[in-house]
């Protein structure tokens, strides 16, 4: 049984950043999401290389994915190859950092 990289995707927007309360997705934090006969890569940046919460965001990743039927082992690869922006948040992850209170490019 093979899942669909669009249902892991909406599974990984139940994940969310611990500091933020804001999900990896709509932070734009995953670059790449890979299913192969039950095998999930997904390739994220963090918002900085020092992120206290990689580990995790990491654990958060597998356990969510592990639980999704077909999926039998995950695999997480943080990547700088393109450095998170601002640029990378969802409209909805825009919306949830304003309601904080950060400033935002438009």
Do not use: N
Not at 26 to 42: A, I, P, W, Y
């Amino acid at each position: 049984m093979t899942t669909s990289t669009e249902h892991l995707m909406q599974a990984l927007a139940e994940v969310q950043d611990p500091e933020l309360s804001i999900s990896i997705v709509d932070m734009g934090l995953v670059q790449r999401l890979q299913e192969q006969e039950g095998q999930v890569t997904v390739e994220l940046t963090l918002t900085s290389t020092g992120c206290p919460c990689a580990d995790w965001i990491r654990e958060d990743i597998e356990q969510r994915l592990l639980a999704e039927p077909g999926v039998r082992a995950v695999k997480v690869i943080f990547s700088w190859e393109r450095p998170w922006t601002p640029q990378r948040l969802t409209p909805r992850g825009r919306h949830a950092l304003r309601q904080l209170g950060y400033a935002l490019d438009s």
